[in-house]
């Protein structure tokens, strides 16, 4: 399943690139993004997940066409688990595929963003143990509506849906526990606002 949605991804970024043409002025960002991560199904409800922090050190965005890109995303979440550990369970991902763009005027566009996202894990204890996860698998619906304010410098507001489904691994002080494959996929909706350098 994993390689069958990294060929998707390399399929769809071969025809992103095969409809660059030399008319087209080339367009991309970079920037950074902050805003909170909102657990949603049973990672609220059964994991008694609350409301934390989102961060995206890395959103970028590359333009073949005027309609058609490529992004490439780097961040995590942290929440608090609401039990007598009081724990704080993390995750970081980097998210790879395709964009999409509908230009919405002069200065206003919203990008779509759909991606496969490579996972890592980390659970802290109140004691002071942790588990952490590695090789993990999900994925990254994003959007973004930017607004460009004149120059080099835009904002956006983003929103993404991050949806984990396993993780090859999982070790507490080294000792390795093998695959955690999760019968409800771990869900958050995320509502960042962000700063970008356009190019």
Known sequence: MKNCKISI??????????????????????????????????????????????????????RFTDNIG??????????????????????????????????????LSIDIKPQYAFVYGNDEFIDGSEIEYTGGSGILFGTSLNFDLGGPIGISFNTDIFSISKFKEASVAGVDFGEVDFENNINSFNITIGVQFRF
């Open 70 to 107: 490529l992004t490439l995303n780097w961040g995590g979440s942290a929440y608090t688990i609401d039990t007598d550990l009081n724990d704080i369970t993390s995750f970081g991902y980097l998210g790879i595929g395709p964009m999409f763009t509908i230009p919405a005027g002069d200065v």
């Open 9 to 62: 991804l390399a399929m769809l970024t071969i025809v992103c690139m095969a409809h660059t043409s030399e008319g087209q002025t080339n367009k991309g960002y970079v920037g950074i993004s902050v805003g909170a991560a909102v657990p949603m199904g049973t990672f609220k409800d059964d994991g008694m997940a609350e409301t934390g922090l989102q961060l995206s050190l890395l959103n970028f965005g590359y």
